[in-house]
């Protein structure tokens, strides 16, 4: 097969020159075809398939966010881990703000990535087994905590990873309690449906500075306007221990976050055995593995 | 008088090189003895007196929206007004921003600042006859919107316009829908009886630099924590037309907007006649009167 083939084959065009058209979605959202029977009911499956995103009060109880939150705290207090190229420690402050592959790094959390209320549903979701595609721990902090602009993680996953389809779910697990004025998530329901190709090509080791602010990958205004008009936005709040299951290609964003009220969470990204990675669609070379896994290993308790 | 006199009889000090501790304010919330009856109902006026706001939905009709949007259009279009120094426009995009005076630039604006919707809720909040100490317009763009940090009008108003006490009330009235998540006024309940004294020496012309990005006069993290923990924060959402009218102390604050809803909204001061300026309580100079009225002819049908 040669690189023209391949483009030929690609159904999620994506960091062009040139600028694209918005693409219908052709794959599902909800997979389950009865063999991965789970926890989420039928009348809230059927409205993840709509909307894209199901959410889950109380999923952790009260003790596990605080024993969760213990272990968040000595993680980003680990001197040793601050030289791990899989901490991402903010410079003004040397404080840490995400720590990624935490559950190769966190027993705790490889417990909580294969914990049924966790797993199950993300196979009951995605109709197979499951992968980790990528993890990590957030902590935004209050007053100074930035937010992100709108965009679809597939649309990452595919042109710099090499996903082939979107059927990969987020698990964001609230260790903190989630307002509405909190920077916390939102998400324009449907919009999963429609696939947002980006223009501009991806640079050489665009990862690098993608994690603290996007340059490619990054929506045009007319696009977002159009989801918007047709989809409208959601905001994720809920008490800590809420989890929100969301589809890879949503469209979403969060505001910056000036209150007093920090926003700390797990963040699990699974991805089905079916739809394990390829060469990048649109990136000169794949990201490494700590951003987007390359061992397909189905997670099982 | 000298200056230490003048000094000593300040209840409401800030801006200091050194810390304060939080002041209990002793004046009133609303001023309101019964020469000044109006439409705010006595449920309304004791939640204002408690809170620090009130919201009056509708306040405008749609049809009027209409027409203040076109009026804001027509301001922030005319090309003749860009040099004007009550007019702030964003460098990089030649936008305007904000128009100062409007209420001298625009008839329209007059008229509504005289309109017993408005104009009758200031006195019965304020117990007097009031004047116009600031008004503006606003114009913030979808996508790019900043917000503002925290922080009490009446710490700017009494430290470098020289209001003498907190007998003022501002009117914010909607052109645009406000939503939770488009970078809305953040207000905390109750925090209007409580000064907060910031820390720092106004520097000359602070003003120029105020309008971009406030320096001075910015509460400290502990204080703003200290105030969340014992009032919480509210949101003034509501559609278009919605009117909030707002104590001068209360602390407030907003996000950044990332949505593609834009963000308008008129904004007047109404100020006590009988708590007219005098010399600014903590800056070298008074700032201009485009921006702190120092005519105090009060506004009358």
Redesign the interface.
């Given at each position: 097969m040669t690189v023209i083939d391949t483009k030929t084959e690609d159904r999620y065009p994506t960091r062009t020159s040139y600028g694209l058209e918005l693409i219908e979605r052709t794959d599902p959202t909800v997979w389950s075809n009865g063999c991965h029977d789970g926890p989420i009911d039928p009348a809230t499956l059927a409205s993840h398939d709509t909307k894209g995103y199901s959410i889950y009060e109380g999923l952790l109880s009260p003790a596990e966010v605080q024993a969760y939150w213990q272990e968040l705290e000595r993680l980003t207090n680990d001197e040793s881990l601050k030289a791990d190229e899989r901490v991402i420690v903010e410079k003004s402050s040397n404080q840490v703000r995400s720590v990624f592959e935490v559950h190769k790094i966190s027993e705790l959390i490889a417990e909580l990535v294969s914990d049924p209320r966790v797993l199950d549903r993300a196979r009951q979701i995605l109709g197979s087994e499951v992968y980790v595609h990528q993890s990590r721990v957030n902590y935004m902090p209050?007053?100074k905590g930035k937010?992100f602009?709108?965009h679809s993680d597939f649309e990452t996953w595919h042109a710099e990873d090499g996903m082939p389809a979107p059927r990969a779910v987020s698990a964001s697990i609230a260790l903190t309690d989630n307002?509405?004025?909190n920077?916390g998530l939102?998400v324009m329901p449907g919009s999963q449906r429609t696939f947002v190709p980006c223009q501009g090509e991806t640079p050489e080791d665009h990862y690098k500075a993608s994690l603290k602010e996007q340059e490619f990958g990054v929506p045009n205004?007319d696009d977002?306007?159009k989801l918007?008009?047709e989809h409208g936005?959601d905001?994720f709040t809920g008490p800590a221990g809420s989890t929100l299951f969301f589809d890879s290609n949503i469209m979403h964003?969060?505001?910056?976050?000036?209150?007093?009220?920090p926003r700390s969470n797990i963040f699990v990204v699974f991805n089905s055995v079916e739809n394990t990675l390829v060469e990048p669609f649109a990136a000169p070379t794949a990201r490494p593995t700590f951003i987007g896994a390359r061992d397909f290993t189905p997670v099982t308790r």
């Open positions: 209050g007053f937010g602009y709108w307002y509405p004025f920077g939102m205004e977002i306007t918007v008009a936005i905001q964003g969060s505001g910056n976050n000036i209150t007093p009220f």
